[in-house]
């Protein structure tokens, strides 16, 4: 006997939602081993903590306050590209000039940059590394810098992992600065950085792009929010995501529209890494530059990476300042 139209439609309904189910269940397994990744790590600083505060080499004695002592720590996502680290020494730099007196840490939080530069002969910590190192070296008040660009995973899992130490009690007083966009304010002076960086010879009718990395966060809703804004100064300047919403074919589309035959293609991370070598700039028939040119679009890629430009790492620096200013 042949099903109705409506055992049909319900048939696909429930196909359907099995489909949809198996996604769900795969996406909670991702957030579950995360979130066991995450408590194991705590685990193990929990254990380095009550085994150092043990030590009298490292630790006042008891019934004596230890004299203060306060850090730094710049967290980035990391990079293994050597001409990305000009973006890391910029930032350095500047944060350098804005605290003379406070020693400088630094740590990735990409476990495969970590391991590739390890295998450099470059040893770069994770953050609950770090901080355990800086733990015992007695440090009592540290300011954590994230230099992501967004609130996303990344920055997240640092504050789970900063939390850590503030309730274990391994400082007097540990803070976390934000990242690049993080608020109104934060939208506003990156609008103007932008401004500021496209070339001079650009004309008005030649077309911006910024390559952001995107996310499957929230936060990832800061990159549509970032382009509404510049476009109301220019609406010729766009920002995508790799891995997030805008889309290249989004951008591509509204360009098209609008008969656009030339575009800057800039990256807007932190640093100049494969995303922008490749993704954007690449030859491979998906790079943006390619999609774009064979929409007759012409591309010029500059690679640079924002914490290049001072304009960009004064906000992080501004953000690290509200984060001492705790302490």
């Keep these: 006997m042949k099903r109705s139209v409506v055992e049909n439609k319900k048939m696909e309904h429930k196909s359907f939602c099995c489909d949809c189910s198996q996604i769900e269940i795969s996406e909670q397994k991702k957030i579950t081993l995360k979130k066991r990744v995450i408590k194991t790590s705590l685990m193990v600083l929990f254990t380095i903590f009550f085994t150092f505060t043990t030590s009298d080499s490292v630790f006042a004695k008891h019934g004596e306050k230890k004299p203060e002592k306060k850090g730094i720590l710049l967290v980035a996502f990391g990079s293994s590209e050597a001409s990305a680290q000009i973006s890391f020494e910029n930032i350095d730099k500047?944060?350098?000039?804005?605290f003379p007196e406070i020693p400088i840490y630094w740590a990735y939080t990409s476990h495969i940059i970590r391991n590739k530069l390890a295998a450099q002969g470059k040893i770069l910590d994770a953050p609950e590394v770090a901080l355990a190192k800086m733990h015992t070296e007695g440090f009592t008040h540290v300011a954590v810098q994230s230099l992501h660009t967004i609130m996303g995973e990344?920055?997240?899992?640092?504050?789970?992992?900063?939390?850590?130490?503030?309730?274990?009690?391994g400082f007097e007083k540990i803070t976390v600065g934000y990242p690049l966009l993080s608020t109104q304010e934060d939208i506003v002076q990156v609008v103007e950085a932008i401004i500021n960086i496209i070339p001079k010879e650009r004309r008005p009718d030649d077309a911006v792009i910024l390559m952001g990395h995107g996310s499957p966060h929230p936060?990832?809703?800061?990159?549509?929010?970032?382009?509404?804004?510049?476009?109301?100064?220019?609406?010729?300047?766009?920002?995508?995501?790799?891995?997030?919403?805008?889309?290249?074919?989004?951008?591509?589309?509204?360009?098209?529209?609008?008969?656009?035959?030339?575009?800057?293609?800039?990256?807007?991370?932190?640093?100049?890494?494969?995303?922008?070598?490749?993704?954007?700039?690449?030859d491979e028939d998906d790079s943006w530059k390619s999609i774009l040119?064979?929409?007759?679009?012409?591309?010029?890629?500059?690679?640079?990476?924002?914490?290049?430009?001072?304009?960009?790492?004064?906000?992080?620096?501004?953000?690290?300042?509200?984060?001492?200013?705790?302490?």
């Excluded at 766009?238 to 919403?245: A, P």
């Design 94 to 98: 500047k944060t350098k000039e804005a």
């Design 154 to 169: 990344e920055y997240d899992d640092l504050k789970r992992i900063v939390n850590g130490f503030s309730q274990m009690g």
């Design 219 to 282: 936060a990832n809703a800061f990159y549509a929010a970032l382009m509404f804004q510049i476009q109301l100064k220019d609406p010729n300047i766009f920002v995508g995501t790799v891995e997030g919403y805008p889309e290249i074919a989004d951008i591509q589309a509204m360009m098209v529209k609008k008969n656009i035959k030339n575009a800057y293609l800039i990256p807007f991370m932190s640093v100049a890494g494969d995303h922008a070598k490749n993704d954007m700039a690449g």
């Design 293 to 327: 040119t064979k929409s007759g679009i012409k591309c010029e890629a500059i690679l640079k990476g924002t914490a290049e430009f001072d304009d960009f790492v004064n906000i992080w620096v501004d953000h690290l300042k509200v984060a001492m200013s705790h302490f």
